[in-house]
């Protein structure tokens, strides 16, 4: 079943959080190639650039056939605002846990898309019994990401330096 969810952001729009399909692959593309310059605290794997739709689709088939990926987008109106990529570990024995990578778009910051988006992949963590833990690294200068993942319950674990910045593990 396609996760989708409907909320009244701060502005009182109407937010969209649903699992991509592979219909919205050009979209997507197109969100990434936008919000990719907007944040120091984004980073994207080499090739990001060269991604085609079709590759795109097959991502998203991946995750849709998945019991252990989800890949979840916000739209506001017919503009993608938000997205989220969860994955689940590689390894079998710990196949219940997984990390993520998020972004919101920088004009659509402080309207609480993300905590939407983060609701969504903890609401769909929680129904879908296959996923036991959440943790990620987010950068201890990224304050207002630090922030809303307090406010839905995540907690620091630890600290690590990796490459030119120092992490918080939650």
Request: hydrophobic share 40%; glycine share 6%.
């Amino acid at each position: 079943e396609l996760y989708q969810k409907e909320s009244v952001i701060k502005n009182d729009q109407v937010l969209l959080v649903k699992e991509a399909q592979e219909n919205e692959a050009g979209e997507l593309i197109r969100y990434v190639h936008k919000i990719k310059g907007e944040s120091s605290f984004l980073s994207f794997d080499e090739g990001i650039d060269d991604i085609s739709e079709d590759n795109e689709k097959k991502h998203i088939r991946k995750c849709r056939n998945s019991r252990n990926h989800k890949l979840l987008i916000g739209w506001l109106q017919d503009e993608i605002v938000g997205y989220l990529a969860f994955r689940s570990n590689i390894w079998q024995r710990l196949r219940n846990a997984g990390e993520f990578a998020f972004s919101v778009s920088k004009k659509n910051w402080r309207l609480g898309i993300g905590s939407h988006i983060m609701g969504a992949l903890l609401d769909w963590a929680e129904k879908s019994k296959a996923i036991k833990t959440i943790e990620f690294r987010v950068r201890s200068d990224n304050k207002r990401a630090i922030a809303v993942y307090r406010k839905l319950g995540f907690t620091q674990k630890r600290s690590l330096i990796w490459g030119p910045f120092d992490y918080i593990v939650m």
